[in-house]
T-cell receptor
Framework: DADVTQTPRNRITKTGKRIMLECSQT?????MYWYRQDPGLGLQLIYY???????NKGEISDGYSVSRQAQAKFSLSLESAIPNQTALYFC?????????????FGDGTRLSIL | GENVEQHPSTLSVQEGDSAVIKCTYS??????FPWYKQELGKGPQLIID?????GEKKDQRIAVTLNKTAKHFSLHITETQPEDSAVYFC??????????FGSGTRLQVQP
């Protein structure tokens, strides 16, 4: 979905480095999410934000932090990357005026940690 | 919390045949059930969804059925085509909350 843009699309880095993944949206949605995808495990929720001042942990938040800089921007940080954080990361948005559904996804960031 | 199980993990069908993917959920309070299609290098795209006040919904070759009593829902694709080949995810949520996803089904349609 071109309305949800993730940068970078691919990133290779080393253990211990700080990484930031960025997500921006032009859909005007108030809610944003970060998911992690591993082979055979579907998508797991890392963090979500219902508005600029609201941040909530998902099921696998350890080792991650987020920042909601504006309604349209939601970034995910790995403070000290480790190899088992190698995965595909997706940002998604939704509109509370539509009952929070459906969610619209970006095309993902493929992150490799060596 | 919610737990969603999805079967099968892989499915291979001949072009023109039907494909069925099944999911079960654990939280009886869940009331929204979307299905997403993910193509290589892309994010998941919503293909159909159903809410708990409806038992079945169709959109051309795609249909979803929901059995609230048994807590399971299924995706049915008829007259499959090679472009239907992708990974399909089911999900469940309680209205207003984040989605819980199944583990995905890789569908391959053989020409």
């Amino acid at each position: 979905d071109a309305d949800v843009t993730q940068t970078p699309r691919n990133r290779i880095t080393k253990t211990g480095k700080r990484i930031m993944l960025e997500c921006s949206q032009t859909k005007g949605h108030d809610r944003m999410y970060w998911y992690r995808q591993d082979p055979g495990l579907g998508l797991q929720l890392i963090y979500y934000s219902f508005d600029v001042k609201d941040i909530n942990k998902g099921e696998i938040s350890d080792g991650y932090s987020v920042s909601r800089q504006a309604q349209a921007k939601f970034s995910l940080s790995l403070e000290s990357a480790i190899p088992n954080q190698t995965a595909l990361y997706f940002c998604a948005t939704s509109d509370s005026r539509e009952g929070n559904q459906p969610q619209h996804f970006g095309d993902g960031t493929r992150l490799s940690i060596l | 919390g919610e737990n969603v199980e999805q079967h099968p993990s892989t499915l291979s069908v001949q072009e023109g045949d039907s494909a069925v993917i099944k999911c079960t959920y654990s939280d009886s309070a869940s009331n929204y059930f979307p299905w997403y299609k993910q193509e290589l290098g892309k994010g998941p795209q919503l293909i159909i969804d159903i809410r708990s006040n409806v038992g079945e919904k169709k959109d051309q070759r795609i249909a979803v059925t929901l059995n609230k009593t048994a807590k399971h829902f299924s995706l049915h694709i008829t007259e499959t085509q090679p472009e239907d080949s992708a990974v399909y995810f089911c999900a469940a949520s309680i209205r207003g909350r984040a989605l819980t996803f199944g583990s995905g089904t890789r569908l391959q349609v053989q020409p």
